[in-house]
């Protein structure tokens, strides 16, 4: 089993070299953003990478495994998470290895194709002092674990863990990395004003007053469309985004960044021709057609997470945008390398608003 765990180790998931690329496009992407802005971003980054990597799982064990992955990782100064951190994780957790061995392995396999037994998993735990996958003990108490975040954690604490988290890994990309291993002494008022922030920027809040967009020009903020018009555009370029839930979620997650929905709709349009049906990858695509964090295949996260990047990025970048400059060519600089981006990004969202009036 000792050969199994470092052929696991030996595949990264994400390394330092990787999270500086998501960091660096981050501050790209929001220029204007505050700095623990920015850092929560990074985390949500790395929660949906993870998250992503435990397919086959239940759903109601992946957010404890992922949370056991950060703090056994980042938490710990190291500054990489392989497949080998992922498995740990999992063993953890006393439902899989009673119950969801099968999903385990499949898991291991799919992420780095290697080949791993039920008595490769049950010598391994012998090893940590775990006797009986059947035992009522549960597998924390037989390795004398410490208690883990869990989803049934109260929401505050979960906050409070995810904020540590994000400390963290500040420390791990602004602090020189010799002050990364020893102990650096954080303000506690700072931090608490931190985690306030982090709270407050999680509550709903009126359009309007949350995201005014006022450097933006009218026909950029929300404004209400004839949502059968633009399924009839979408339903004959074949386009996946007519369908749910990627129609609705653009359509709310619009509304929510008071931002006019075919904006997003026609940055789909340019960046992956609406989704179309036929593509053999369409059901990836659909889960970040923006291409935000630079593309679907290194992005693939989900309609939602995609869109609201995708919002934050046009309000941000539209910042500072001098009068005389059309705004999508000045969203253009910098949201895609291809320097007609915003010359056709804009005629997309002139034909949708044509076809949609």
């Known amino acids: 089993m000792k050969s199994v765990l470092s052929e696991l180790d030996k595949i990264k998931i994400l390394n330092k070299s990787d999270m500086a690329n998501i960091k660096n496009y981050i501050h790209k992407k929001y220029p204007e953003n505050h700095e623990a802005e920015n850092e929560v971003i990074l985390l949500d980054a790395i929660d949906k990478v993870i998250y992503n990597k435990l397919e086959g799982l239940p759903e109601d064990l992946k957010g404890s495994v992922k949370d056991n992955v950060i703090k056994n990782t980042f938490g710990k100064d190291k500054i990489s998470i392989t497949l080998c951190d992922i498995f740990e994780a999992c063993i953890r957790e006393e439902k899989i290895i009673k119950d969801f061995t099968k999903e385990l392995r499949d898991l291991v396999y799919s992420n780095g194709e290697v080949q791993i037994t039920n008595e490769d998993i049950s010598t391994h735990l012998e090893t940590l002092g775990f006797k009986e996958i059947d035992s009522d003990v549960t597998v924390e108490e037989e390795l004398n674990i410490e208690s883990e975040v869990s989803i049934e954690a109260p929401v505050a604490y979960k906050k409070n863990f995810k904020k540590t988290?994000?400390?963290?890994?500040?420390?791990?990309?602004?602090?020189?990395?010799?002050?990364?291993?020893?102990?650096?002494?954080?303000?506690?008022?700072?931090?608490?004003?931190?985690?306030?922030y982090v709270i407050e920027s999680d509550k709903k809040e009126n359009t309007s007053t949350k995201h005014p967009n006022l450097h933006l020009p009218e026909y950029m903020r929300y404004k209400e469309?004839?949502?059968?018009?633009?399924?009839?555009?979408?339903?004959?370029?074949?386009?996946?985004?007519?369908?749910?839930?990627?129609?609705?979620?653009?359509?709310?997650?619009?509304?929510?960044?008071?931002?006019?929905?075919?904006?997003?709709?026609?940055?789909?349009?340019?960046?992956?021709?609406?989704?179309?049906?036929?593509?053999?990858?369409?059901?990836?695509?659909?889960?970040?057609?923006?291409?935000?964090?630079?593309?679907?295949?290194?992005?693939?996260?989900?309609?939602?997470?995609?869109?609201?990047?995708?919002?934050?990025?046009v309000i941000n970048l539209s910042q500072n945008r001098p009068e005389d400059k059309e705004p999508f060519l000045w969203i253009g600089r910098k949201y895609a390398e291809d320097k007609n981006w915003g010359k056709g990004a804009r005629a997309v969202f002139e034909e949708l608003m044509g076809y949609t009036e």
Not at 165 to 171: D, F, R, S, V, W
Not at 174 to 183: A, C, F, H, T
Request: charged share 25%.
């Open 225 to 313: 469309i004839d949502e059968e018009k633009l399924k009839e555009f979408l339903k004959k370029r074949e386009s996946l985004l007519a369908e749910e839930p990627y129609f609705s979620t653009i359509v709310s997650v619009a509304e929510e960044f008071n931002l006019n929905p075919i904006v997003l709709f026609s940055i789909t349009g340019q960046e992956q021709s609406f989704v179309p049906k036929s593509h053999k990858d369409a059901n990836k695509i659909a889960n970040n057609p923006f291409n935000v964090f630079h593309s679907w295949m290194e992005y693939n996260t989900d309609i939602n997470d995609a869109a609201r990047i995708a919002s934050r990025t």
């Open 165 to 196: 988290l994000c400390i963290a890994l500040m420390a791990i990309f602004i602090i020189p990395l010799y002050y990364v291993g020893r102990g650096v002494y954080i303000n506690k008022q700072n931090q608490n004003k931190e985690e306030n």
